[in-house]
Nanobody
Framework: QVQLVESGGGLVQAGGSLSLSCAAS????????MAWFRQAPGKEREFVAT????????YYADSVKGRFTISRNNAKNTVYLQMNSLKPEDTAVYYC???????????????????WGQGTQVTVSS
């Protein structure tokens, strides 16, 4: 089993930056990919970014491409999300997730991930 703990959320002004971290603990040997999802009030949880653990290959949702950067520290089993040029529409609870299964391409749906963190609130004011 794997436990994921996010940190780094908070309140930031539009145009500003935040950096999120997610530390994985427990049985982390089967780590195919880690990802960030987010859920705004009244909306379904949506994909933000993912990174394949072994190769470092990345994939982003169109809404954050060019503004957000996902990265990882393999030794620490930690994934990061650097968020720049934040917009009010980025306001959401951000969730870290890990997939333990092998996929032909980077997983981008909720059902492809096995473990989830508790979420951290990101609020962007205008």
């Amino acid at each position: 089993q794997v436990q994921l703990v996010e940190s780094g959320g908070g309140l930031v002004q539009a145009g500003g930056s935040l950096s999120l971290s997610c530390a994985a603990s427990g049985r982390t040997s089967s780590n195919y990919a880690m990802a960030w999802f987010r859920q705004a009030p009244g909306k379904e949880r949506e994909f933000v970014a993912t990174i394949r653990w072994s190769s470092g290959n990345r994939y982003y949702a169109d809404s954050v491409k060019g503004r957000f950067t996902i990265s990882r520290n393999n030794a620490k089993n930690t994934v990061y999300l650097q968020m720049n040029s934040l917009k009010p529409e980025d306001t959401a609870v951000y969730y870290c997730a890990q997939s333990t299964r092998v996929w032909a391409s980077l997983p981008t749906t909720r059902g492809q991930y096995d473990y989830w963190g508790q979420g951290t609130q990101v609020t962007v004011s205008s």
